[in-house]
């Protein structure tokens, strides 16, 4: 119950933390004249603010909010968060239930590719859980792999990994048997903590995983174009992600304002979208999953 209580606590942190809240002005590009998206002249392209260096990309040690929100940009778990942050399949097509509601079969598409070409398969779930768990990789979410059965014995090192309830039944199979009855379970699959990770590039790098654009792979949408640290990322969309036809934006230029004068001032010339919040709605449909987007302030 007290593992429950801690999952449902962060989950409700995450699900505040993930979205990007911007700030309503008129669009207006570097050239002065009207155009759809801020801080671009290029139609296909949105710039926004994510404030500061993302610490870590590397999904199965991340925990601040920063980090997720690129990488739910360029990562796909088992399933991701709708425009209404409602669980719908991602890299899984579909999944059965056991009656017990304690065994989930997930049936994996088979045209989810890597940023490098290699293909997604269950495998790479299983490295990621695995990774998750053990004591090595120091994870601050580890228990959330305490959901599987044996999970939690498993990090404490009382079983083998062949105990715990994550296993691969082919390529594109992967059965998932829980501790107890996790009605939460298809959310908890959309944070980070959960994201795939290709065990061959994660052992190419170790522990510089992540930490440059020339050393990370995804699957979503957007893959990295390049990472000038403590200054800006770029994503570009990813032409072989599955549902290419429905990403809008072509580019999203994430800039890291930590400065709040700087801040201010690209805001009031809306230059971007900002993290400071404002009473409109202002919202940009990235298509399909992806949606940067803020809520209405409630009155006070």
Known sequence: MYIKKRILSILVVLT???TTVLSACTP?????????YKGTADADAV?????QEPPDLFSVACQDSVSSDVLRHTMDGLTVLDKDDKPIPGVAKDWEISSDQL?????LRTDYKWSNGDPVTAK????AFKSLLEPKFAATFSYFGHIFKNGEKY???EVTFDQVGVKVLDDHKLQLTLENQTPYMLDILTYSTFYPVNEKVYNQFGTKYGTDADKIVTNGAYKMKSWQHESEIVLEKNADYPD???????TINMKMLNDANARMNNFKTCLLYTSDAADEEDSVDLGGRRIIKKKKKKNK
């Open 244 to 250: 290419a036809n429905n990403v809008n934006i072509k």
């Open 124 to 127: 790479d779930f299983e490295f």
């Open 47 to 51: 710039t926004i603010d994510i404030q």
């Open 155 to 157: 990090s404490k090192g």
């Open 28 to 36: 207006v590009n570097n050239s002065g004249s009207a155009s759809k």
């Open 16 to 18: 505040l933390c993930i």
């Open 103 to 107: 065994t989930y079969t997930f049936n």
